[in-house]
């Protein structure tokens, strides 16, 4: 799969912003983490902390990013389009548009930040 140029990478949780919000999604992570809905925040933050593995990536990475809670997308990214995406999901920001890299059901199979970084080094 290749893209057209890539001006950066947009992460999009499924999971909205809020403190209320962030100590539900981290008791959730703990509790019971087989049913937490977001597996790319499971994947790139613990309970409450950024993973190393890739937190050491994204520093890394010459490639632009952007984190965002679904609510956030909506309204950064809100158009007449009306995009259908499915969450968690990560985008590229291209010449064409919205491109996406990764869609929800790939991430939801994906075991950990290494799998994670091994699939976008492949597509980026």
């Not at 007449?80 to 990560?90: A, D, E, Q, R």
Request: glycine content about 4%; overall charge positive; hydrophobic content about 40%.
């Amino acid at each position: 799969m290749k893209f057209n140029k890539i001006q950066r990478l947009i992460f999009v949780y499924n999971a909205d912003t809020g403190l209320r919000n962030q100590l539900i999604d981290g008791a959730h992570k703990i509790l019971s983490p087989s049913t937490y809905e977001c597996k790319l925040c499971a994947i790139t933050f613990g309970a409450f902390t950024e993973n190393t593995t890739w937190k050491n990536f994204r520093k890394a990475s010459a490639t632009e990013m952007e984190f965002l809670h679904k609510n956030e997308f909506g309204k950064q990214y809100a158009s007449k389009f009306k995009h259908n995406f499915t969450f968690p999901i990560v985008l590229a920001e291209t010449d064409n548009g919205l491109e996406v890299i990764i869609q929800s059901e790939e991430l939801n199979t994906l075991v950990d930040a290494n799998s994670l970084i091994n699939l976008l080094s492949k597509r980026i």
